[in-house]
Nanobody, 121 residues
Framework: QVQLVESGGGLVQPGGSLRLSCEASGSIFSLNTMGWYRQAPGKERELVAQ???????KYADFVKGRFTISRDNTKNTVYLQMNSLKPEDTAVYYC???????????????WGKGTLVTVSS
């Protein structure tokens, strides 16, 4: 059974930093694109950042220059370094990954349960 488990969320003051981690575990053949999404209260879930298996990255405009996504393929882990946090970054952050379970098969979409980030003084 494949799982994505996020960690690193919490309460931080405006201007502060947090680092989120997401580890994929289970019977995994390979990991394709991994990413972070977020959902604030009363809003739709939105893409924050993505990173491909070859480490090409994509960011939402509202985090460019502040957040950095990275991955460690030896640990099946994706990270999100969040700097210069703002109150509007408050949300539940979800990890997402396209995971190949069997060679030569298409990857399947998996989600973590989310980790809460609260930016407040």
């Amino acid at each position: 059974q494949v799982q994505l488990v996020e960690s690193g969320g919490g309460l931080v003051q405006p201007g502060g930093s947090l680092r989120l981690s997401c580890e994929a575990s289970g019977s995994i053949f390979s990991l394709n694109t991994m990413g972070w999404y977020r959902q604030a209260p009363g809003k739709e879930r939105e893409l924050v950042a993505q990173i491909t298996s070859s480490s090409s990255t994509k960011y939402a405009d509202f985090v460019k220059g502040r957040f950095t996504i990275s991955r460690d393929n030896t640990k099946n882990t994706v990270y999100l370094q969040m700097n210069s946090l703002k109150p509007e970054d408050t949300a539940v952050y979800y990890c997402n990954a396209d995971i190949v379970l069997v060679p030569w098969k298409k990857g399947m979409d998996y989600w973590g349960k989310g980790t809460l980030v609260t930016v407040s003084s």
